[in-house]
T-cell receptor
């Protein structure tokens, strides 16, 4: 389909390992967002990319978290030295426009479990 | 304190019945307020969007209302169906927060036959 896709859908890792989560946004969408959704909690903003501008990293919880977006399309969220509290669903969203009412279209998420 | 509060946290209703979900926000002004539906294991999908000047918006059996004076929004589901079982999330795009969205904690709705 033409929606936002994420991989893997599920990831189980051991504490201390690094993980990479991938997001393929909708073609032509210039804005890309990463969110974290912990069990029973609301979505938590992590990072936002808009075109070639410097990303808004204000939501990243620690320096173990980083993200990049190559060629203005695919994005990778990397979590280094994972901790059990990193267990959550990581959602990616993209939108055609960043300001005002641009609707964000969400991917299905990656469920991360840190043992 | 979350800037967008939803109630109830969860709700069980019988198929065919109506229900209303509440959303209170404490920060304004905002660009728009959306209600999203999130099925289990899926990403949220937008149901309705309203600017502060609108007070009602419908999408099929879903009707959202907004009272900018009391800073309250509601989502009314009419003649519920089993497929309405999901989490419903109220989301504000707060102007002061730039392009970031502020999410409520969601209301989990379970429709029983």
């Amino acid at each position: 389909g033409a929606g936002v896709s994420q991989s893997p859908s599920n990831k189980v890792t051991e504490k201390g390992k690094d993980v990479e989560l991938r997001c393929d946004p909708i073609s032509g969408h210039t804005a890309l967002y990463w969110y974290r959704q912990s069990l029973g909690q609301g979505l938590e903003f992590l990072i936002y990319f808009q075109g070639n501008s410097a990303p808004d990293k204000s939501g990243l919880p620690s320096d173990r978290f980083s993200a990049e977006r190559t060629g203005g399309s695919v994005s990778t969220l990397t979590i280094q030295r994972t901790q059990q509290e990193d267990s959550a669903v990581y959602l990616c969203a993209s939108s055609f426009q960043s300001g005002g009412g641009g609707e964000q279209f969400f991917g299905p998420g990656t469920r991360l479990t840190v043992l | 304190k979350n800037q967008v509060e939803q109630s109830p946290q969860s709700l069980i209703i019988l198929e065919g019945k109506n229900c209303t979900l509440q959303c209170n926000y404490t920060v304004s002004p905002f660009s728009n307020l959306r209600w999203y539906k999130q099925d289990t294991g899926r990403g949220p999908v937008s149901l309705t969007i309203m600017t502060f000047s609108e007070n009602t918006k419908s999408n099929g059996r879903y009707t959202a209302t907004l009272d900018a004076d009391t800073k309250q929004s509601s989502l009314h589901i009419t003649a519920s169906q089993l497929s309405d079982s999901a989490s419903y999330i109220c989301v504000g795009r707060i102007k002061a927060a730039g392009n970031k969205l502020t999410f409520g904690g969601g209301t989990r709705v379970l429709v029983k036959p």
